[in-house]
């Protein structure tokens, strides 16, 4: 069964750094998200891309984050300067239809 | 207002027996409705999709009022492995993609 994966697992970095975060979708999804959850909370959505640009993003994601699919495959998520509350999951998710989306096994981000 | 409140659990029950959770919404735009599981530490997993006819999959019914505002999921004849975290899930359409609003969700535990 066709998955999302996402790498690396677990992410720690200093506060100040870059990082980005990678996924790679399901193969015939045209829909990709970025969602995170910092622990003990809900999901929160971040980000949606389809058609190779941004289709809606949320107040968390503000001018220190960006999306890219650099190639036909990856997605990815950096973040230009961490700060000690970016400390989440990270989930990627995809979409055929723009509706039922399967979600990646996140990455856990550690800003120290 | 939460865009989408849920019992606030935890729920501890036995084996084999039937548990029941519910879920408001606030947006009477939303479009589609659904149920994820989380186990600790883990990715969202689609659990099932609502619709207003109701639908059942095994051991798992759900159901959708729209006048309310209310969504449910049923869960008959309980397992061990049903232990985990209820996400009710509602889409908005956004751009051209739909974004999901994840409920605090509700911690099912069951006990042998």
């Known amino acids: 069964e066709p998955e999302v994966t996402q790498t690396p697992s677990h992410q720690v970095t200093q506060m100040g750094q870059e990082v980005i975060l990678r996924c790679v979708p399901i193969?015939?999804?045209?829909?990709f998200y970025w969602y995170r959850q910092i622990l003990g909370q809900k999901v929160e959505f971040l980000v949606s891309f389809y058609n190779n640009e941004i289709s809606e993003k949320s107040e968390i994601f503000d001018d220190q984050f960006s999306v890219e699919r650099p190639d036909g495959s990856n997605f990815t998520l950096k973040i230009r300067s961490t700060k000690l509350e970016d400390s989440a999951m990270y989930f990627c998710?995809?979409?055929?239809?723009?509706?039922?989306?399967?979600f990646g096994p996140g990455t856990r981000l550690t800003v120290l | 207002r939460k865009e989408v409140e849920q019992d606030p659990g935890p729920f501890n029950v036995p084996e084999g027996a039937t548990v029941a959770f519910n879920c408001t919404y606030s947006?009477?735009?939303?479009?589609?409705f659904f149920w994820y599981r989380q186990d600790c530490r883990k990715e969202p997993k689609l659990l099932m999709s609502v619709y207003s006819s109701g639908n059942e999959d095994g051991r798992f019914t759900a159901q959708l009022n729209r006048a309310s505002q209310y969504i449910s999921l049923l869960i008959r004849d309980s397992k061990l492995s049903d232990s985990a975290t209820y996400l009710c899930?509602?889409?908005?359409?956004?751009?051209?993609?739909?974004?999901?609003?994840f409920g605090s969700g509700t911690q099912l535990t069951v006990l042998p």
């Open positions: 193969s015939n999804h045209l829909y």
């Open positions: 947006n009477s735009a939303s479009q589609s």
């Open positions: 998710a995809s979409s055929d239809s723009g509706d039922t989306q399967y």
């Open positions: 899930v509602v889409t908005s359409l956004s751009g051209s993609a739909r974004q999901l609003t």
